[in-house]
């Protein structure tokens, strides 16, 4: 993100908040990413890890397509022991790879524990339908996923239960609606021809 009152900048923020919400006395931990990102996703896998991945490197904002920084490698920040608040350590290499530069992407963590990565902008800012799995184990992105029916960013997402009824199973499908089919800077409001109306569903 940014720092509030400065949406101009050039560069977004570097800095993980890690909160520990207490009755008594709430805490605050900070980490720093190797590289500022804008426009990522951040999620929680099994175990008490958070992957952060995809974004922009600068501004949408202020610099124009095609964009000169972007991210595709992932960090992933671990808990050691959830008893002890503060021995969080962030990785920042070996622990995947996108495909392909997402901005703002549909993320949706499966019943299998893999991650769901759909859409998303591009290096040159146009949106993409397709998507790529994590895989929480392999620490890699597979790119074979199939492939959204509108290419689009800044989608609502979330998971949806399958035919079982109950989450957090094999069966599980991620909800994908409405999002940005075209590019729009962020200093402007977008008109309705550039908004997506339809949702999808996938299923695994």
């Not at 990413?33 to 175990?47: D, M, N, S, T």
């Not at 524990?113 to 790529?132: C, F, I, M």
């Not at 998971?159 to 962020?186: C, E, H, I, K, Q």
Request: hydrophobic letters at 40%; glycine letters at 10%; one cysteine or more.
């Amino acid at each position: 993100g940014y720092r509030l009152g400065a949406p101009s900048s050039p560069l977004p923020l570097d800095v993980i908040e890690l909160w520990r919400l207490d009755p008594q006395a709430h805490q605050m931990l900070t980490r720093r990413l190797p590289q500022a990102r804008v426009g990522h996703r951040v999620v929680a896998l099994e175990g008490g890890e958070f992957l952060i991945f995809g974004g922009y490197g600068q501004n949408p904002a202020l610099y124009l397509p095609p964009f000169t920084q972007y991210r595709l490698e992932c960090e992933l920040l671990v808990d050691g022991d959830p008893n002890v608040f503060g021995d969080e350590f962030l990785y920042t290499s070996g622990k995947g790879t996108l495909s392909e530069v997402r901005y703002l992407p549909a993320a949706v963590v499966l019943g299998d524990g893999r991650v769901l990565v759909a859409g998303g902008a591009d290096q040159s800012a146009s949106p993409l339908a397709s998507v790529e799995l994590y895989d929480p184990v392999a620490h890699s992105f597979s790119n074979s996923a199939g492939s959204l029916n509108t290419a689009r960013y800044a989608a609502a997402f979330c998971a949806l239960p399958g035919p079982d009824g109950v989450y957090g199973t094999d069966d599980d499908r991620a909800f994908v609606s409405g999002g940005l089919r075209l590019w729009v800077n962020p200093n402007y409001s977008p008109q309705a021809a550039d908004v997506a109306a339809d949702a999808e569903i996938y299923l695994p």
